[in-house]
């Protein structure tokens, strides 16, 4: 192992080398991929000098998301204490499904949970887990709703035709686990949003009252916080009016934006979050830990057993429920990521945590009063939203996007609310700071003065 250590240690330098020099990479064409780097697995191993040739090329040929250059997706940067705690959890390869395989491990995501629930304002009666993504947190409370609606289900399958609602700004993966649990695609409903991207609950009602004289069971309305385009904050309290007139399970996909449960300026946007059922948020979008770290806290812990216990007389030998998160898990062996959020939250504290929030809110506002004010751009993003949509000159921002992405200039996406298409710029990077988004504008206007404008005329 220590050759393995001294190489990592040789690669990482390289790398972080090599993000300086060039933070962003022209990308190797798809199609060429195989005949640029060497990745044949053969028959017979490689010699050490080959193998460490063919990792090094892999290694500084992959996209940097690190880098201050990275606005493409909802997370980006590097944080030191996260990456090392994440570093210490695959050395020590343990399962979280026991406390007898887990040891402390255990008490590490217990005390998070334990500290969100507050936060939240859940009672004690609440209790939570970590699972492979916002999809999968999210398919959990779905399954948690299902379950609490019929407890049959488990058992016997779904029969009825029951009803789901999510705003039309939230995220595939609603559909998509629609389809998973049995419930079906086409038993979901997409309320309208407003033109902020908040869901409209008189719409909400009018589809729930629809339902119920067509003589379908309504079950579980999703409310997001942070829509994934816009960063929409859906209006928990007149969503869980709703919920309970109609005894719908209200879960908050907090995935992308649920991390202002930190920030004692932006919490309000999550303002009547105890009201929940359920709440997830990733730990890997906002709050700069390593992919994935996505928790979901259940109000009351008996939900989480019920869907998600099982008997495994080989498995659970010892120390009792509470202490065996396998009972209250969507799978058996599950990887330690709870650890890379632990020694982030240790070293920067609750008040750190908050502040990498507010920070983030600020960039945004940063680069919000830049596309305000110049006229060369039209904005679409509303304030305290953490993305910032816009497009240049009219430049169709698809076109835009890919041409700095193959040029290797700038990873950025573009997105689209209503009909409107435009660039989304992201501020989560975690390393950002206000010259960051400056420079992202300036390379941005050059490249397109110079790339498309210019050849265009
Ligand atoms: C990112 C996101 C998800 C999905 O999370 P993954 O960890 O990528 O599975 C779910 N909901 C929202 C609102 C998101 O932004």
């Not at 945004?364 to 009063?369: D, G, K, L, M």
């Not at 390379?443 to 790339?451: G, H, L, P, R, V």
Request: charge should be negative.
């Amino acid at each position: 192992m220590e050759q393995e250590l001294a190489l990592f240690q040789q690669l990482s330098k390289k790398l972080m080398q090599a993000e300086k020099q060039e933070p962003v990479l022209e990308p190797i064409e798809a199609d060429q991929l195989f005949n640029t780097l060497d990745l044949r697995l053969g028959e017979e191993g490689e010699n050490e000098e080959d193998f460490s040739r063919a990792l090094e090329a892999l290694v500084l040929n992959t996209p940097r998301t690190a880098t201050h250059q990275f606005f493409n997706q909802l997370f980006g940067g590097r944080n030191g204490k996260a990456v090392l705690g994440d570093l210490l959890a695959v050395l020590l390869n343990n399962s979280m499904y026991t406390y007898k395989v887990a040891g402390p491990m255990v008490g590490v995501e217990k005390e998070i949970i334990r500290h969100m629930k507050n936060l939240l304002g859940y009672p004690a009666t609440a209790d939570g887990t970590i699972a492979p993504g916002g999809s999968m947190t999210n398919l959990m409370a779905m399954i948690m709703g299902r379950d609490a609606h019929n407890e049959k289900i488990k058992s016997d399958g779904v029969s009825q035709k029951m009803t789901l609602y999510t705003s039309n700004e939230s995220h595939y993966s609603i559909p998509k686990n629609a389809a998973f649990m049995g419930v079906g695609r086409k038993q979901l409903r997409y309320v309208k949003s407003d033109k902020f991207g908040r869901m409209d609950v008189a719409d909400l009602e009018a589809q729930i009252k629809a339902d119920l004289e067509k003589g379908k069971q309504p079950f579980f309305v999703n409310a997001t916080a942070g829509t994934t385009v816009m960063g929409a904050f859906d209006p928990i309290q007149e969503i869980s009016a709703i919920a309970k007139k109609y005894n719908l399970w209200l879960h908050i996909d907090g995935a992308y934006c649920g991390a202002v449960l930190f920030s004692k300026k932006h919490k309000h946007l999550i303002k009547g979050a105890e009201l929940a059922d359920s709440f997830s948020m990733n730990a890997h979008k906002m709050l700069a830990t390593p992919l994935t770290c996505s928790i979901i806290i259940a109000k009351n812990k008996k939900y989480l057993y019920d869907s998600f216990s099982n008997d495994a007389d080989y498995l659970y030998q010892t120390d009792g429920d509470d202490y065996n998160l396998g009972k209250t898990s969507l799978q058996c062996g599950r990887r330690n990521d709870a650890l890379k959020f632990w020694t982030l939250w240790k070293a920067v504290g609750t008040k750190g945590l908050g502040e990498m929030v507010d920070h983030q809110f600020h960039l945004a506002e940063v680069a919000r009063q830049y596309v305000e004010n110049h006229p060369d751009y039209t904005v679409y993003s509303y304030p305290e939203s953490v993305g910032i949509c816009f497009n240049y000159k009219d430049i169709p921002a698809d076109e835009l996007c890919n041409r700095l992405y193959e040029k290797g200039e700038l990873m950025v996406g573009f997105g689209q609310f209503k009909d409107e298409q435009f660039v989304r710029l992201v501020t989560v990077n975690a390393g950002n700071e206000e010259e960051d988004i400056k420079a992202f504008f300036e390379k941005m206007e050059a490249f397109a003065e110079e790339e498309i404008l210019e050849t265009s005329s």
